[in-house]
């Protein structure tokens, strides 16, 4: 009996594990074309990235975030929901222009104080005498990162990515797993644009680089479920082990009763 009632209790308690272990995570990719662009100084103090940028060049990018590591909510209001933090944990992205892609976090070599930003802001906005404007959900999303002091070397590279709709559902509310698609381009209710920059100087060279892109396509998806570290297998291996013992149990009782009675 003792056996049997600890079997059970740890199917239930094994069962919570990998119910309660799937990581998800929100992926996102996007692709656009250049609105706007800066690419050096017009005096040639700061040199370029981007040779082959022009108005019109088609660049991407992409982004994810993990749902589990994210901080948690701290808007002040009902209407919006912020997930901000100043740390490289939780969320990463990347961006292609002139046939290079930048990875926002393996860009700063520098070994010195290295501040990052990075979290995206949900808005549920509704026409109201405060807010005289037409009903709108937006997505907001950034990550930042910088090092270094302009004295022996700076380096910085960031990505925004914002998403906005009126009067359309956008959003499947204000929680942090969120799944939509965009590539209505000529849609006037719906707006989508993405800021890129670079920065980099040194003693011996400076650049500067960055540009405003209208997003044509934009997908945001949850991606396949990760198990922590595979529990439904190992509870597989583990309900047929215990399967095993209580069945042994089960007929060393009987056996004994059998042998009782005659």
């Given at each position: 009996m003792k056996v049997s009632i600890f079997s059970k209790n740890l199917l239930i308690f094994l069962t919570f594990i990998s119910i309660n272990s799937q990581a998800v995570i929100i992926e996102g990719n996007f692709t656009g074309l250049v609105?706007?662009?800066?690419?050096?100084?017009?005096?040639?103090?700061?040199?370029?990235?981007?040779?082959?940028?022009?108005?019109?060049?088609?660049?991407?990018?992409s982004f994810w975030y993990d749902t589990d590591k994210a901080p948690a909510n701290s808007a002040p209001n009902d209407y919006s929901a912020e997930y901000r933090s100043y740390t490289d944990e939780w969320m990463g992205s990347n961006f292609t222009i002139d046939g290079k892609t930048y990875f926002i976090s393996d860009h700063i070599p520098l070994d010195r104080y290295i501040f990052e930003s990075e979290g995206f802001n949900l808005f549920d906005l509704e026409t109201t005498p405060e807010y005289p404007y037409?009903?709108?959900?937006?997505?907001?999303?950034?990550?930042?990162?910088?090092?270094?002091?302009?004295?022996?070397?700076?380096?910085a590279v960031g990505l925004m990515v914002e998403v906005s709709r009126e009067d359309k559902t956008l959003?499947?509310?204000?929680?942090?797993?969120?799944?939509?698609?965009?590539?209505?381009?000529?849609?006037?209710?719906?707006?989508?644009?993405?800021y890129?920059?670079?920065?980099?100087?040194?003693?011996?060279?400076?650049?500067?680089?960055?540009?405003?892109?209208?997003?044509?396509?934009?997908?945001?998806?949850?991606?396949?479920?990760?198990?922590?570290?595979?529990?439904?297998?190992?509870l597989l291996f583990i309900s047929i082990g215990l399967c095993i013992v209580i069945r042994r149990r089960q007929s060393g009782n009987s056996n004994s009763s059998f042998k009782e009675i005659f």
């Open positions: 609105r706007s662009f800066e690419n050096g100084t017009e005096d040639g103090t700061f040199s370029g990235y981007w040779a082959n940028v022009s108005v019109g060049s088609v660049v991407s990018g037409p009903a709108s959900e937006i997505f907001y999303l950034w990550d930042d990162i910088s090092s270094g002091s302009y004295e022996g070397g700076y380096k959003l499947d509310g204000l929680g942090i797993v969120q799944e939509f698609d965009w590539y209505d381009l000529n849609d006037p209710s719906t707006y989508a644009q993405a890129f920059s670079l920065g980099d100087s040194s003693v011996d060279e400076m650049k500067t680089s960055s540009a405003w892109i209208d997003i044509s396509e934009i997908h945001v998806r949850r991606k396949n479920a990760v198990s922590v570290p595979e529990p439904s297998t190992l």
